[in-house]
């Protein structure tokens, strides 16, 4: 682990956008959010072969014998959308 510190702090994410478009430092930030600054050059991607552990999302609701069709169709649909790698990181 590595503890890093700043004077800048923010939590949003397109605040630190454009943090990092003003060359304000290094940032940790979904991909989706500066995709289009990575592909036209304004960004550059550092520290590639460096990752995060994985993180979980869950989805929770009351158990019953029988699940509602529109919880079952929720579930399934976040499976699809969240399951493997984002569309914006392949």
């Known amino acids: 682990m590595v503890n890093v510190g700043g004077r800048f702090t923010a939590n ?3 605040s630190l956008r454009e943090a990092l478009i003003a ?3 290094l940032t940790l930030i979904p991909t989706f959010v500066v995709e289009k600054d990575l592909k036209e050059g304004r960004l550059v991607s ?3 072969e460096w990752a995060l552990e994985p993180q979980a ?4 609701y009351v158990h ?8 079952r169709c929720f579930v399934d649909f976040l ?3 969240f399951g493997s790698q984002p569309d914006w990181d392949r």
Do not use: D, F, H, N
């Open 12 to 14: 949003s994410s397109i």
């Open 23 to 25: 060359g304000l430092g």
């Open 46 to 48: 550092v520290l590639t």
């Open 57 to 60: 999302a869950y989805a929770v």
């Open 64 to 71: 019953r014998q029988y699940v509602s069709a529109k919880i």
């Open 79 to 81: 499976v699809e959308q």
